[in-house]
């Protein structure tokens, strides 16, 4: 399972960091990420770090202010946004799906699910 927190209320130009902990799978065998629906639109993805080779991706709206990283002792993977826009408010939910039996961005072919976590961004 994955446990999604670190969301908040922060004003323009703040900063907050996700947390996504994982257990019940073998966290080196899966890619992992975060997705985002903003009320009243679709679930998108945000930001994947793929497992093995540490490939990153990103949408282009969060490019340059969002880094994910993982510590793998602790089985857990990171969402430092900087920078933050009203239009970034949204439920972040984080994702794992098996290493290379998946679509980047496919919601269907992701094998796990986090609870969402709240991110307001608002002055």
């Known amino acids: 399972q994955l446990q999604a927190s670190g969301g908040g209320l922060v004003q323009p130009g703040g900063s907050l960091r996700l947390s996504c902990a994982a257990s019940?799978?073998?966290?080196?065998?899966?890619?992992i990420g975060w997705f985002r629906q903003a009320p009243g639109k679709e679930r998108e993805g945000v930001s994947w770090?793929?497992?093995?080779?540490?490939?990153?991706f990103y949408t282009d709206s969060v490019k340059g202010r969002f880094t994910i990283s993982s510590d793998n002792a602790k089985k857990t993977v990171y969402l430092q946004m900087n920078s933050l826009k009203p239009e970034d408010t949204a439920v972040y939910y984080c994702?794992?799906?098996?290493?290379?039996?998946?679509?980047?961005?496919?919601?269907?072919?992701?094998?796990?699910w986090g609870d969402g976590t709240q991110v307001t961004v608002s002055s």
């Open positions: 994702a794992a799906a098996l290493e290379g039996d998946y679509d980047l961005w496919d919601q269907g072919d992701m094998d796990y």
């Open positions: 019940g799978f073998t966290f080196d065998d899966y890619g």
């Open positions: 770090l793929s497992s093995g080779d540490g490939d990153t």
